[in-house]
């Protein structure tokens, strides 16, 4: 699965890493209008709780949470556009 | 079932509480971002946050400004009503509210609770 998931290309890479709640989801949301359906978008959070975030919210909007890659002091959390 | 999902966020603290003041920002924020149709309403206390110029001065520790979450809500479709009586008791007029915001009377108010999916109070 992690392999997986390192080997995605986003379309669309995000930073939002030093933005509070709710900045990271705000800016997933704002992000994914540039994104093709079935494109993936990756977003960038120093939040612990962006994850879980993001995975409710992809959940209730029709995307699909593809997971996270932990990466140096921040969390790369990777969604596919459903629709 | 209506086809869209409402949320109404009621405000009634101002300046003089950040974070009380904050929290319904970012709730209204996760929900039009959820894309639920979102009504503000402020009352009290809570209308300070919608005079010109006020929610840029509020920043609570661990939370996004509430001037930047006012703003994306605005973009993202969200109404701010603001109370009437409220309104008067302070001297203001639309003027001196932020661009968007709408003065209404109670009724109103109840129109938009009674048609929501939920509600919350802060």
Request: charged share 25%; proline share 3%; hydrophobic share 45%.
């Amino acid at each position: 699965m992690t392999e997986t998931l390192t080997e995605l290309t986003a379309a669309k890479v995000v930073d939002a890493r030093g933005a509070a709640c709710p900045g990271p989801l705000l800016e997933a949301k704002k992000a994914m209008g540039g994104v093709a359906v079935g494109e993936v978008l990756e977003l960038w959070s120093s939040d612990s709780q962006t994850k879980n975030d993001v995975q409710a919210w992809a959940a209730k909007v029709g995307h699909e949470f593809l997971g996270v890659e932990t990466a140096e002091g921040y969390d790369r959390v990777l969604v596919r556009r459903g629709k | 079932m209506a086809d869209h999902e409402k949320l109404v966020v009621m405000v009634t603290h101002g300046p003089e509480d950040p974070e009380l003041a904050t929290i319904p920002f970012a709730m209204a924020g996760a929900a039009v971002a959820s894309d639920v149709d979102v009504v503000m309403g402020f009352q009290g206390e809570g209308c300070e946050l919608v005079k010109k110029g006020v929610a840029e001065t509020i920043h609570a520790d661990e939370f996004a400004p509430l001037g930047e979450l006012l703003e994306t809500i605005k973009e993202m479709g969200g109404q701010l009503l603001v109370c009437s009586p409220c309104i008067k008791k302070r001297h203001l007029t639309e003027d001196d509210l932020v661009d968007g915001a709408e003065i209404v009377a109670a009724g109103r108010f109840v129109a938009e609770v009674t048609d929501a999916t939920n509600s919350l109070v802060y």
